[in-house]
């Protein structure tokens, strides 16, 4: 029997691709294909981007934790020490820490020298390692000239000290356009600063899971911003933002008091999901003026997705200052106590085209229900198409009006309403949902 000759056409690929096709593999599975062949054996160290994680690289037996600190410390310099691409497009470090962390000063400052363009860094403190402080970051840090892209996760404090006399030392970073902070320890004036350094920033998302006392955002060329509140943070801190070239603005946990300085003429998309502290009567006049503040800042938006969860939305009414009279597309999420939201919302909508009602998940179940409300003629006059999402049983129904012509549909009609047409087009319409409260 004739054997079939195999025929090795990746290897032949030119070495430029072959680099390519690594780009998409951690490193240390990059390092793994020197063993295919003597083309391979140095195609790794010509590839421009470094994954290393202490998690899947490490392989000595559980419980010597100081031992894999030292073996992924020589292994991270051994990697940088045999590179030969010359500048670095990406340095990716996934590294749980323990007894020392002073490697990182010579890794980054050979990064640094590369002219690297994305850092990621997502550094935890072992399990074993209570009593070791959060890393701090050297100072060759500090100024990255090369950066576009640095996203920072984990235990890691990068703040200045401003009662140490280092006038020198300070955030240069001219090329940065995309900033995200995920859990870091960052203080007011030490967040000040770093945004200052980065004069070309249009992306910036954060935690404030340590913050406390007075921030402010000004970056005039931002156009995106993410803050993601955590429930570990008790502190009621302030924040202000000058960002009027925005354009994307997310928003997710407690609301605390945030402040815009300037119209978001430009504003496109939003998302804002607030979740409520147990508001008491004393508070919840500032909880609603906080709501208040912030759609007003959101009021040109195109693109909206709101979720108000949390039984004291039940209370809440009149966080709309005027209408929106941009917003064309309208996500919504409803629980027994926001519906009251949703109407005012929708009377405050005059064009809108798409709206998408999905129902949340009541912590604390409440009779509350839809009011149906009072409508002029034109009311969602310009509404095209509607999509409901997770409205099971036949207690939950949907009521269209079309002109004299009533359409019910309820889960006899779709059998489950999450499998119903994915929109009806209803131009012009007027729609109410039920809840039934009996």
């Known amino acids: 029997m004739k054997k079939i000759a195999v025929v090795d056409r990746i290897s032949d690929l030119p070495e430029s691709l072959l680099c390519h096709i690594l780009c998409f593999l951690p490193t ?13 054996k140095l195609l790794w160290t010509l590839v421009p981007k470094l994954d290393l994680d202490s998690e899947n690289i490490n392989t000595l037996p559980d419980g010597d934790d100081e031992k894999c600190d030292i073996m992924f410390a020589n292994i991270v310099s051994r990697v940088l020490a045999q590179q030969q691409c010359g500048e670095l497009q990406s340095f990716r470090l996934q590294w749980q820490f323990g007894w020392d962390g002073s490697h990182l000063d010579a890794w980054l400052r050979t990064v640094a020298a590369r002219k690297v363009k994305e850092l990621y860094l997502d550094i935890h403190i072992g399990y ?24 920072l996760s984990g235990d890691i404090d990068i703040d200045i000290d401003v009662d140490v006399d280092t006038p020198a030392l300070s955030f240069h970073f001219p ?6 902070l995920l859990n870091i320890h960052l203080a007011e004036h030490s967040f000040l600063r770093l945004l200052c350094g ?23 060329l931002l156009k995106r911003l993410c803050i993601l509140e955590t429930e570990f943070n008790d502190s009621d801190y302030q924040l202000e933002i000058y960002a009027p070239a925005l354009e994307y603005f997310n928003f997710d946990g407690y609301l605390r008091d945030i402040k815009f300085h300037e119209n978001l003429d430009n504003l496109v998309q939003a998302g804002v999901y607030i979740s ?33 969860s949390g039984i004291e939305w039940h209370s809440i009414a009149n966080i709309y200052p005027s209408a929106f009279q941009n917003l064309v597309q309208l996500e919504f999420k409803v629980v027994d106590c926001n519906w009251h939201l949703l109407g005012d919302l929708l009377q405050k909508a005059p064009n809108l085209e798409s709206l998408v009602i999905s129902k949340g998940y009541d912590f604390i179940p409440s009779n509350l229900c839809w009011k149906e409300p009072k409508y002029e003629p034109e009311y969602l006059s310009s509404l095209t198409s509607f999509y409901y999402r997770g409205f099971k049983g036949p207690q939950q129904l949907v009521y269209l009006e079309m002109n004299e012509i009533s359409l019910w549909h309820s889960r006899s009609v779709f059998g489950n309403i999450d499998m119903a047409p994915p929109f009806m087009s209803i131009c012009p319409v007027f729609f109410a949902l039920y809840n039934s409260c009996t």
């Open 28 to 40: 240390k599975e990059a390092v793994a294909t020197s063993l295919l062949s003597s083309r391979w």
């Open 128 to 151: 074993s390692y209570d009593d070791v402080e959060n890393l701090k970051l050297p100072p060759i840090f500090f100024s990255f000239r090369t950066l576009v892209v640095l996203k």
């Open 175 to 180: 090329s940065l356009k995309i900033l995200h």
């Open 198 to 220: 980065c004069p070309i920033l249009e992306d910036l998302s954060f935690t404030s899971e340590y913050f406390e006392g007075q921030y402010k955002i000004c970056v005039p």
């Open 276 to 308: 409520t502290f147990e508001v008491e009567d004393e508070h919840e006049e500032c909880f609603s003026k906080r709501v208040f503040r912030l759609f007003a800042a959101l009021n040109n938006v195109k693109f909206l997705s709101f979720s108000p």
